[in-house]
């Protein structure tokens, strides 16, 4: 009798109760990535912060503008590399739902900050020389259906006067890292401050600082800090992960919900899952002995009641993290939340199936081992 025939045979005797077995599995398994992801999601900015990358922002925080002047006089500070400011645009397309994040830069300074961002070079070029034009990353343009050329109207927040701004799409650029976000808009500086009210002509949002050595990063924060200190714009200086970090806090209350109610569901169908496989394998005490009545090994029996209980739980586990990764690769928040399910998670996601395999099967599989033959054909 051969063991892969056997263990089918097994399987198929009470279908029903294969396939739901498999389908708590895979249940508690989607369940698992999508929360993975989602955890991705609200960690993206503070994975993916560049480690020489510093962020200034107003002292009261990033609503508080900061003097354009400010530019030059952190570059001269010691161990400062390389400065870019941007600003936030915050405009409407279509519809206030469609929020995704609009950026207003100096082309060159922010090429030279995020080089993980690519831009076809001839696009990078039309971009340059279309006051204009907007860059877009490639996940935006997919939700939206854009393509080089369009003409994007966005509605300007209140605070930017009335009307519509147009955009000319000129160039789509991608993340050279799964994680990067691609769902940003890039604004040229310079329609921006032609069509803003002439209070916007001084100020920026914030700045970028990249610093010579990352080692040497907090020094340089505490010296942009006290450059501005007991100035009218004061500032705090963070690095990329940090500023990440608390822009996430505010959303914190959040993240801790969804994954508690989450884990909890999670951990729940693990358990139901566990214990229906214990009990299918306890049904079955009478059938293991009569296979170490005919010659079988104890290691046999305990080998077989184990890879029964890890088939069930791997091929539910499988369907479980394909249809998480199938979810989580659509943008089911609209650009609020990227996510993206890791390679480690998915292999985190497969142990976890396996180990609770094993644990299901385990004690019962032990007990069949040390089982008596004689004891148990008695109850035959």
């Known amino acids: 009798m051969r063991f892969l025939p056997l263990l089918l045979a097994n399987l198929r005797r009470k279908k029903l109760r294969t396939v739901l077995t498999i389908g708590s599995f895979a249940v508690a398994l989607f369940l698992f990535g999508f929360l993975a992801a989602v955890q991705s999601g609200f960690r993206q900015g ?58 207003v830069i100096v082309p060159e300074d922010w090429k030279r900050m995020y080089p993980e961002f690519e831009v076809p070079e001839e696009q990078w070029r039309d971009f340059v020389a279309d006051r204009q034009g907007v860059v877009v990353g490639a996940k935006l343009a997919r939700r939206f259906g854009w393509k080089v050329g369009d003409r994007i109207p966005l509605k300007p927040p209140s605070y930017l006067g009335e009307g519509s701004w147009e955009f000319n799409v000129r160039g789509i650029y991608h993340g050279t890292r799964p994680q990067d976000d691609e769902g940003q808009m890039w604004i040229r500086h310079k329609y921006f401050y032609e069509k803003a009210p002439q209070y916007w002509q001084a100020i920026v949002g914030w700045y970028v600082v990249r610093v010579s050595d990352p080692d040497d990063a907090l020094r340089v924060a505490r010296a942009i800090d006290a450059e501005f200190a007991n100035s009218p714009s004061e500032t705090r200086t963070q690095t990329e992960s940090a ?40 049904e079955r005490t009478n059938e293991l002995a009569v296979l170490k009545a005919v010659g079988y090994t104890d290691r046999f029996v305990l080998g077989f009641v184990l890879a029964e209980s890890v088939l069930i739980a791997a091929v539910g586990g499988a369907i479980g993290l394909w249809l998480a990764r199938g979810m989580t690769q659509q943008d089911i928040t609209n650009g609020i939340l990227p996510m993206f399910l890791s390679p480690s998670a998915l292999a985190a996601g497969a142990a976890v199936a396996v180990g609770t395999g094993l644990l299901a099967g385990l004690l019962p599989a032990l007990g069949a081992m040390r089982l008596s033959v004689v004891d148990a054909l008695r109850r035959i």
């Open 46 to 103: 503070i994975d993916i912060a560049g480690a020489d990358r510093l962020v200034v922002i107003g002292r009261t925080g990033v609503i508080q503008p900061l003097p354009l002047p400010y530019m030059e006089r952190i570059r001269r500070i010691p161990g400062v590399k390389d400065v870019a400011h941007s600003t936030w645009f915050g405009g409407v397309y279509q519809d206030p739902k469609n929020f995704f994040s609009q950026f």
């Open 243 to 282: 500023f990440a970090s608390s822009f996430m806090k505010q959303m914190g209350n959040i993240e801790f919900l969804i994954l508690a109610i989450g884990s909890i569901v999670f951990f729940t169908l693990l358990l139901v899952t566990g214990n229906t496989m214990a009990i299918a394998v306890r």
